[in-house]
DNA sequence: TGCAATCGTTTCGGTTCCGTATCATTACGC
DNA sequence: GCGTAATGATACGGAACCGAAACGATTGCA
């Protein structure tokens, strides 16, 4: 349990908005952002109809938002070999190192948060 | 200052994306939102141009994202006009609400966060 | 008064995303 | 085997966005 205020939540998030578009990162969307942390978060296994579920957006969102940051390497698709229709949704290095460096970004603009 | 750590921060990132778009909320871009974030939170005037310069990019990505953001509402535009080159952002009823709410998600994700 | 600088907008070609509908592949019950 | 169900991918028209460049409007200085 982490108490936050209004007005700090508030800044904390655009401190945050802006470290990422000043650093030219991947824009990517809400959508994409919370599959991505999704896959990285949520324990596995990730489908592509799970992650629509849990999202309450259509399977072409997801297939999409994969297409997208596939190319960027920041996740991968593997056929599920014991149900072929599956594709599971898995981390990868690149993925990894890109979650981890949000969440460092995070934390330090919360430790600097005023108040 | 708010202690916070890596794996709390990717969780409330995460809890937080995965409410606004569960919600159907304006899908609004990173650049958007830390161009409404700074808009409600940093102190007036602000300028396309100032704008463009805090968060390092052109003028027309600030211009075309007022006119989204302006249909929803979210903000007003209004020449200034002691200069009237300049175009002065500012806030509005419906704006604020959409702001005030962000905040309200922010706090209560956090405020529920494990650990 | 004329001219350069500043400001925000618009245009251009190209890319990505959207939702709906449809498609190909695979699995499973009869 | 055959039809049905389920899964993920694709096609489509429309919308939004991108960066770079050009544009009109306004200002201020020579």
């Known amino acids: 349990m982490v108490a936050l ?5 508030l800044r ?3 401190q945050v908005c802006l470290a990422e578009v000043r650093d030219d990162m991947p ?8 599959i991505l942390l999704t896959v990285y ?5 990730h489908t592509v109809r799970g992650l629509a579920e849990k999202l309450k957006v259509t399977k072409p969102v997801i297939t999409r938002a994969l297409d997208t940051m596939g190319a960027m390497k920041l996740l991968a698709r593997h056929r599920d070999e014991r149900d072929r229709r ?3 949704i898995r981390r990868t290095v690149e993925g990894a190192l890109f979650v981890e460096r949000i969440g460092d970004v995070v934390v330090a603009n919360a430790a600097e948060l005023p108040l």
Chains 1, 2 share one sequence.
């Open 86 to 88: 599956n594709v599971l």
């Open 5 to 9: 205020r209004p007005l700090q939540a």
């Open 12 to 14: 904390l998030w655009q």
């Open 27 to 34: 824009d990517l969307t809400e959508r994409q952002m919370a």
């Open 41 to 45: 978060l949520d324990p596995p296994p």
